[in-house]
């Protein structure tokens, strides 16, 4: 069992803790515009609860008059009845209105904050492949709990700040109407209700969560399906699928049956005190009438007066009401602020440590490479990466890089891939890594990358341009001039586009202009269905010699295409004058590479020269000094 399932949540002082951090981020600044909008609501539901206290009268107000047969009196009334309603249908469709724009605001905020944290460094990268047994479903996290977590809070913020205000004219009004016993009585009912629903509201909290956690599962299977439509028809493989994605969606359900059961004593309790508080206003209402209190009024004040305090009594329960209602609703904002802010703490955690490795372990400014040589800057004994000057100075202008004793394991392993590797890559001389599978070969490029830890040196040279083409090339939601220049921004311009023409050509890719209408033609939402996997890596590749960057590392990146194509796609980055440090298999890759780097088992390698390798002594290797 993972440690995400293993969880437990509840209503406790850590919900509280995280549910007050969120507004921290609802509310940037003081003057913001989600501020601005709050303090509408505020205004708007102050209003709506005076025209309702006004609403509320005017039934006592009806029974006056008519008990009087006073016409003129019953014509201002059915005026000032008219004026109430008209201005109470305005005032709560605005501020309907205005808690659908907070919680526009609130998700706006809380995403984006997530979103900068989540797409800043390798935090994605750690949370979805590293760290993938921590948290559930970060992308459900980031979607529909905290859509859900807004909304459910939009829908109650403004209950939390202006019932206890309500409450309390109630019950001054009550206490004026019908004496002490009337508010003593209703908040005695109060806090009845409220102990039993929070007796019952405890095991819905950790319930709602693990179900949040099944649905995000359930989905993504269905994304699996979907991602990968056409290698499971060619897998014939449905029925299996059918029985796994069934799978999921009983746990859904299993789940889901849990909590509406869980559910049923709570919805009991709160119909049940709803429906009482009515029977209780009129219980206290009898006190006084049947006590002679009221003796002396004529019938039509009487009835005027039994109205009005049986409104007050009634809306006096229905605030209360509204608090026990509350505590339902949180049962179930509780699980989505959990798993929010769960998010987010593992977030600030990444970002936490990325700042205190802010000085990288491969790169170092050409400042401290002077004053480490010279002596005047000591080593930081606390870096990751020490630098002797020695290393230091036997950098050079034409070297990219430079690895010293490095060696590496794959995360959650204590077995290295790559034991004690000293190599340098130099300009305008290409690499080649080759070793059976599981050697180790695209896990140094990840090594490199900065995704993976190692010990050992590493050293890059300052300000180095880059890339590095995975065996899955990435590609974004846009048309096709987009595809090509990412991460750069797509501008309509004829001397790039009439380059990216020529670079489509050089990779066979001509005939995919007409094919998506042009450059700017189709907004394409998933590349990855209208592209095969050679067409995949022939765009990547076009890419790549689009942006033109001195050093390229390329896992795999022509397995997908013809090998007359490769060598063209290598001439064409060969002319640009790109270095090039690529992972394959392929004997015809070794004619466009000047060294080859043999990786094999037990984490040995050797490097040497392409015209004196032999790819079949080099599946066994020994270690070189």
């Known amino acids: 069992m993972s440690k995400a399932t293993s969880k437990t949540y509840k209503f406790d002082t850590q919900f509280l803790k995280r549910f007050f951090q969120l507004h921290k981020v609802f509310f940037p600044k003081p003057c913001s515009s989600n501020s601005g909008v709050f303090l509408l609501l505020l205004v708007t539901s102050g209003l709506e609860q005076l025209l309702a206290y006004e609403t509320g009268l005017l039934s006592g107000m009806f029974f006056k008059v008519l008990g009087d047969k006073d016409l003129d009196s019953f014509r201002t009334a059915c005026f000032k009845s008219l004026l109430i309603i008209l201005a109470m249908v305005t005032t709560k469709s605005v501020r309907v209105y205005t808690t659908k724009m907070l919680t526009v605001g609130w998700r706006k905020e809380l995403c984006q904050s997530i979103h900068k944290l989540y797409l800043t460094g390798f935090s994605f990268y750690r949370l979805v492949i590293l760290d993938s047994q921590e948290l559930d479903n970060p992308d459900q996290r980031m979607t529909s709990d905290c859509s859900s977590l807004t909304s459910v809070y939009g829908g109650i913020i403004a209950d939390l700040v202006v019932v206890p205000f309500t409450t309390a004219y109630y019950t001054y009004q009550a206490y004026t109407r019908a004496g002490w016993l009337g508010p003593t009585a209703m908040f005695i009912y109060f806090l009845v209700s409220t102990v039993i629903n929070k007796m019952l509201m405890a095991p819905v909290v950790n319930l709602t969560v693990n179900l949040e956690q099944k649905e995000g599962d359930f989905r993504f299977k269905h994304m699996e399906v979907r991602s990968y439509a056409e290698s499971l028809a060619f897998n014939g493989s449905a029925e299996t699928e059918l029985e ?7 746990d859904v359900c299993k789940v889901q049956q849990k909590l509406y059961t869980r559910n049923l004593p709570i919805d009991l309790s709160v119909n049940l005190f709803s429906y009482l508080g009515a029977i209780a206003s009129y219980l206290v209402i009898a006190v006084p009438i049947f006590s002679g209190q009221y003796d002396g009024y004529q019938p039509a004040d009487l009835a005027q007066v039994i109205s009005e305090t049986a409104f007050v009594c009634i809306y006096l329960v229905y605030q209360l009401g509204q608090l026990v209602n509350i505590t339902s609703t949180v049962a179930g904002l509780a699980g989505s602020t959990h798993r929010v802010a769960e998010l987010m703490e593992k977030l600030k955690e990444y970002q936490k440590e990325a700042d205190y490795d802010e000085v990288p372990d491969v790169v170092i400014s050409n400042d401290i490479v002077d004053d480490v040589a010279t002596g005047l800057l000591q080593e930081e004994k606390s870096l990751k990466t020490s630098y002797t000057n020695d290393q230091i100075k036997a950098t050079n202008d034409t070297e990219f890089y430079r690895l010293t004793d490095v060696s590496f394991s794959a995360p959650g392993s204590e077995k290295n891939l790559v034991v004690d590797l000293s190599i340098s890559l130099t300009e305008d001389t290409n690499l080649l890594i080759m070793g059976p599978s ?51 921004t797509a501008v309509e311009d004829d001397t790039t586009d009439r380059k990216l023409v020529g670079l489509l050509e050089l990779c066979d890719l001509s005939g995919l202009v007409d094919r998506c209408g042009g450059l700017g033609g189709q907004d394409v939402t998933n590349w990855y269905s209208q592209l095969s996997p050679g067409e995949q890596q022939r765009v990547a590749w076009a890419r790549l010699l689009y942006h033109n960057p001195r050093l390229a590392f390329l896992d795999e990146a022509t397995s997908a295409v013809s ?60 270690n070189t000094p």
Request: glycine fraction near 10%; charged fraction near 20%.
């Open 244 to 250: 796994k994605v069934n799978s999921k969606l009983m």
């Open 438 to 488: 599981g050697c180790g070969k695209s896990s140094l490029l990840r090594v490199l990358r900065g995704l993976w830890d190692h010990t050992g040196d590493i050293w890059s040279k300052p300000d180095i341009q880059a890339s590095f083409l995975p065996q899955t090339p990435f590609f974004t939601n846009g048309c096709l001039r987009e595809q090509l220049v990412y991460p750069d």
């Open 563 to 622: 090998e007359d194509l490769e060598c063209a796609m290598y001439n064409g980055a060969k002319e640009k004058g790109i270095t090039l440090v690529s992972v394959g298999h392929r004997g015809s890759l070794r004619q466009f590479h000047q060294k080859v780097l043999s990786l094999g088992k037990c984490g040995r390698s050797k490097m040497q020269g392409v015209d004196s390798y032999n790819s079949m002594q080099s599946l066994v290797v020994e």
